[in-house]
């Protein structure tokens, strides 16, 4: 049980050592890898009927979402900040209805948003 523990630990302290050491680019694509990894759960939870834990995990996968949403520069990003908004709202409405619903269809939309977006982001890298 120790050796699970210190697993558990390292892994936390390996995390945030990349989030430490990681630039800003980096960050953001750490923040879509962890969302697209929370709707995959999701959309398990949901398959296994575990529905408390589908909705906490559609709830960590909005919060992701929303964070992504609030670090857009509206000033500096013009068109693409807004329709990034635009997207990221969705995304957000989308999660709430697969939530509500018990469907897995929106998170599988979402997911492939979140997606694309993360390719392009991805090919922008510094």
């Given at each position: 049980?120790?050796?699970m523990a210190a697993m558990n630990q390292y892994k936390q302290v390996s995390v945030s050592s990349q989030v430490f050491e990681a630039t800003p680019h980096r960050l953001i694509q750490m923040l879509m890898e962890g969302g697209l990894e929370r709707l995959?759960?999701?959309q398990g939870a949901m398959?296994?009927?575990q529905a408390s834990m589908k909705g906490e995990l559609i709830s960590k996968a909005i919060g992701i979402v929303g964070?992504?949403?609030e670090?857009?520069?509206m000033g500096k990003g013009g068109e693409v900040a807004q329709n990034l908004d635009r997207v990221y709202e969705y995304m957000i409405t989308r999660m709430l209805e697969a939530n509500k619903?018990?469907?897995p269809?929106?998170?599988v939309e979402v997911s492939g948003l979140l997606r694309e977006?993360?390719?392009g982001w991805d090919a922008i890298a510094p």
């Open positions: 049980m120790r050796a995959a759960q999701a398959a296994r009927g964070g992504l949403r670090g857009l520069d619903s018990n469907d269809a929106p998170l977006v993360k390719s």
